[in-house]
């Protein structure tokens, strides 16, 4: 037999779907064949051996999409090989691992690696999600110590105004400053065992909190049908898992350690725990006193346990100590209380060329943010599978080693954390900005982190906000975003204390990144992940309290820094303006080979741009280039209305009348008949050149030539 395959077929929610292995992919440890729809992902599974040189378990997931799947091809005329990944792909990869990461053995250090490719894309079925679901098949089958099933689904609105909800299978993808969302005002994409939640991601338009944690809910009742096929077809599998190497700290050593090295360990978390700026996180493992205790404890523990171990119990005894504090004390080890904030301010306007800065400070967590404006042609084309994109807003979000006290070298290419934080921000303020026809620039917004100790992610959706007020962005509210974080012993994890504006050290030492991000009016972005093997809904509907109210006091800083966007954009920002020509008429504005637009560019010393629908664009450097420019172009958008009565000047003379110009470049003609009542021997009794008169629309015949009376308007003013 050619093929030896197992294959379970489902349906959910209507969509009719598959899980396979053994038909392709037959050298991988373990290789399923997802499909949903027409959609078709192949999830792979290798597993290496053990690393006993490190004190993390190696886990790496790939995400690859290729144009093919959707069959077709790159624009590009050079280079036609995929090579890259897409921040989007990157962004599914981050939520893949997230989702399942919690639930490995926490002793299992060998090497796993996750990879999945989209084979075959349909657009009703997004296959992202679909991956997790195929990931956590392929691990609940393979060889790891990987044995409860994760489903991921994604929830949207049924019906927004009754709060009913709908499991989704279509990438919600947020249009880019179109005032409204692509498809819904909520695209919450969860995952979790149906009990407890391993990550969350979702994306919102002001959302009320209790909708959010209501969606959630929604959401882990979904998780069901997918939970129940993965069981389904592990029962029919049967697999053999492998011992694995353990490598769990000796219990000797772990007591030993606190007892003879936990007030010493406690004291570097003190100094650690200090706002001053000298300190950061590395004085837990790098201070002078850190490390006259790790050479104490190689000496005393010599021989009988390995650098690594030793290394790995310290932070252990840290982390152990934080939270025995936390717990016995009431309080954080910088003294705060459980739901109190770090000192914050917000300032704008610092750096005087650029087109706005904002500038958020959160205890020693500071984000610089700036934004730069530009035409509207300079937007992004984003090319990927699911077809072609522009994007006219983008944040980006960069972090450098001075940062963290470091004096690595810096690394020019983003990392998958930097993508990941710069999204999140991105999505947070998404919904607050003018639509295109509102505000027709391109936006770029730069995040840049000046000190780190927790939370730039949300930070920077604070900064973000405050330059765009600078930059005159007409933007409808400030956003701002907390994290909140939770501390438990591991014995007993139902015995927990939420903790709002974790630092690095209760986010390192802690089991939870919970960061949401919005309005006064509701939430715009969500994100969690845990280092616990997931957490219930009751934890999060006691961090949404808290994050509320923490949210609602930055909002208060931020509105103080500003309170509405600048009247104006900066005087070295382009100055843009937009105007409306009759589609007949572009082709007259362009020329032949573009010659009269580019001649109208080059005289106006503006930027000038036609769509399809006559929208005319002129970007220009100050208000003289653009008053020139729309002067130039006025005549092109003006279109003239029968019946209206018009201020025009007398352009000519002609024995059977006179041309008239109602506006620049447009003119009609008074007929003989229509200067004035009676009989009329020579026009030049009743007008001159250059004069000013009032002029009725009469008619425009089939050619757009203008029809126009002063015997009309003076019947009517008779009339009146």
């Known amino acids: 037999m050619l093929y030896n395959e197992k294959r379970v077929d489902f349906e959910i929610n209507g969509s009719k779907g598959y899980f396979s292995v053994g038909k392709i992919a037959r050298k991988a440890h373990v290789a399923v064949l997802a499909g949903l729809g027409d959609t078709v992902v192949l999830a792979t599974v290798s597993i290496g051996d053990a690393v006993s040189d490190i004190d993390y378990f190696p886990l790496s997931v790939e995400y690859v999409e290729k144009y093919a799947a959707a069959g077709v091809m790159s624009s590009s005329r050079f280079v036609k090989r995929e090579r890259f990944p897409t921040d989007d792909a990157i962004l599914r990869a981050r939520v893949i691992d997230r989702s399942l990461r919690p639930l490995f053995a926490a002793d299992y250090r060998n090497e796993v690696q996750i990879l999945v490719e989209v084979l075959s894309y349909d657009p009703d079925h997004d296959p992202s999600l679909l991956s997790i679901n195929a990931s956590s098949l392929a691990l609940l089958i393979s060889k790891a110590p990987f044995t409860t099933p994760i489903a991921g689904v994604r929830v949207g609105f049924e019906n927004e105004s009754e709060n009913s909800f709908v499991q989704v299978f279509k990438h919600l993808q947020r249009t880019d400053r179109d005032g409204s969302p692509a498809v819904t005002k909520l695209n919450l994409v969860i995952a979790g065992d149906g009990t407890n939640v391993t990550n969350l991601d979702a994306d919102a338009y002001e959302v009320p909190e209790s909708t959010i ?76 006193e850190a490390k006259a205790i790790q050479e104490d404890m190689a000496k005393k523990f010599e021989g009988k346990y390995s650098k690594v171990q030793l290394k790995e119990v310290y932070e252990k005894v840290a982390k152990y100590e934080m939270r025995k504090f936390i717990k016995a004390e009431g309080k954080r080890l910088d003294g705060r209380a459980f739901d109190e904030i770090r000192e914050m301010g917000g300032e704008v306007g610092l750096l005087p060329r650029v087109h706005g800065t904002g500038l958020f400070t959160r205890g020693l967590t500071q984000i610089l943010s700036t934004v730069t404006l530009a035409t509207i042609q300079k937007q992004m084309l984003v090319e990927t599978m699911t077809g072609e994109d522009t994007r006219s807003f983008m944040h980006f979000y960069s972090q450098y080693p001075f940062t963290m006290g470091h004096p690595e070298r810096y690394k020019y290419m983003p990392g998958r954390r930097e993508i990941g934080h710069g999204a999140l921000a991105e999505k947070a303020v998404i919904p607050v900005l003018p639509t295109v026809d509102e505000f027709p620039y391109t936006i770029i917004v730069n995040s840049e982190i000046m000190s780190e ?137 362009i020329g032949p080979g573009g010659k009269h637009i580019r001649e109208l560019s080059e005289s106006t010393n503006s930027e000038i741009n036609v769509e399809e629908d006559g929208t005319v664009y002129i970007f220009s450097p100050n208000r003289k280039n653009l008053d020139d420019a729309l002067a130039a172009l006025s005549g092109m958008s003006f279109e003239a209305e029968v019946g209206k009565v018009y201020d025009g000047i007398v352009e000519a003379i002609m024995p059977y009348g006179a041309f008239v110009e109602i506006a620049r470049d447009v003119s009609g003609l008074v007929h003989v008949s229509e200067l004035a009542e009676g009989f009329v021997k020579d026009v030049n009794e009743h007008v001159k050149e250059g004069e000013h008169v009032k002029v009725k629309v009469i008619g425009i015949d089939s050619e757009g030539k203008i029809k126009l009376s002063m015997k009309a308007v003076k019947s009517e003013e008779k009339a009146n």
């Open 213 to 288: 944690l209501d969606a959630m809910k929604f959401g882990m009742k979904e998780m069901g049908a997918w939970i129940d096929v993965q069981k389904k077809f592990v029962d029919m599998v049967k697999p053999e898992k492998d011992e694995y190497l353990s490598f769990a700290l000796p219990e000797e050593l772990v007591s030993a350690t606190k007892e003879t090295y936990g007030e010493r360990i406690k004291k570097v978390l003190d100094i650690s725990a200090s706002e001053d700026p000298q300190f950061h996180k590395t004085l837990v493992r790098s201070s002078a």
């Open 453 to 589: 100790n927790g939370s730039s992610s949300q930070g920077s959706a604070s900064a973000s906000t405050l330059a765009l007020m600078d930059a005159g962005v007409p933007i409808k509210k400030h956003v701002a975003g907390i994290a909140c974080g939770i501390v438990f012993d591991e014995s007993d994890p139902k015995d927990y204390v939420i903790i709002t504006d974790i630092r690095d050290l209760e986010d390192f030492y802690g089991f939870m990144d919970f960061k949401v991000a919005g309005t006064r009016d509701g939430v715009t972005a969500v994100q969690f992940d845990t280092k616990a093997q997931g957490l219930p809904m009751e934890v999060f509907e006691k961090a949404m309290v808290q994050s509320t109210a923490a949210r609602m006091k930055i909002l208060d800083v931020l509105y103080d820094a500003i309170p509405e966007p600048r009247k104006s954009v900066s005087q070295y920002a382009p100055i843009v303006e937009k105007v409306k020509i009759p589609v007949s008429k572009i082709g007259e504005l």
